[in-house]
Each structure stands twice: as C-alpha cells, then as structure tokens.
Nanobody
Framework: QYQLVESGGGLVQPGGSLKLSCSDSGSSLDSWSIGWFRRVPGKSREGIVCINERGTTTNYADSVKGRFTISRDNAKNMVYLQMNSLKPEDTATYFC?????????????????????WGQGTQVTVSS
C-alpha cells in the first residue's frame, strides 16, 4: 500500500524554525505533486503550500507566505517544508499529500479532498 511519511515535527519557541520532510514508501515521489496541509482540532484541514512534480510551480497560502518554503529533491525522493518565524497559531498537525494530476498544484491547494494520498501527520507545537 502506497504511503507517505512525514517527519521533523516538534516543539519550538515562537520565532523559531523547523524543517519538515515528506517521503514515500514507493520511491516514486518525483511523479507526484506534493501539498502540505495542516489541521487544528475542531477546524478543517488547511492547505498551506504545494509544489508540482518538477518543482517549477509552487503555491503558498497567505498565512505562510514569506515564512515557509517548500522544496523537493527528486534524487533523494524527498519534499521539504522549511518553516521560519513560527507563530503560536502555526501549531497544528502537518500532513503531506500527493496527487498525480497536473492540476493538483497550484489549483487544488484549497481542496484537500482532491488529493489522492496522505501521510499520518507530524505534530508541530509553537509555544514558549
């Protein structure tokens, strides 16, 4: 069964940084657009950034623009989310998702239901 795996979450102070990673079980991440989403208990899943399979197109939500950076290294089968200037409101469970549609990024960032595969999530807590 195809799976995505997130890593790199943790506890960080406001203003700090974390780098999340997303990999997969099939060594085929370079075939997919990848999106990062986050969810706070009681709220719907929020799309925050995505990147297409070649890394030539990205789309950022306004809430993270200028602070977060998505990148991918297809040779290593990895996608990264560098998060800087973290705020308490960034506290959430972060998920990576994959989809093979050429329209997935940027078009479907606001449509979590359109993404085919998901990881289990990694918790990010921003607190002093």
């Amino acid at each position: 069964q195809y799976q995505l795996v997130e890593s790199g979450g943790g506890l960080v102070q406001p203003g700090g940084s974390l780098k999340l990673s997303c990999s997969d079980s099939g060594s085929s991440l370079d075939s997919w657009s990848i999106g990062w989403f986050r969810r706070v208990p009681g709220k719907s899943r929020e799309g925050i950034v995505c990147i297409n399979e070649r890394g030539t197109t990205t789309n950022y939500a306004d809430s993270v623009k200028g602070r977060f950076t998505i990148s991918r290294d297809n040779a290593k089968n990895m996608v990264y989310l560098q998060m800087n200037s973290l705020k308490p409101e960034d506290t959430a469970t972060y998920f990576c998702a994959a989809d093979y549609s050429i329209s997935a990024c940027p078009t479907y960032l606001d449509s979590p239901q359109a993404w085919a595969y998901w990881g289990q999530g990694t918790q990010v807590t921003v607190s002093s």
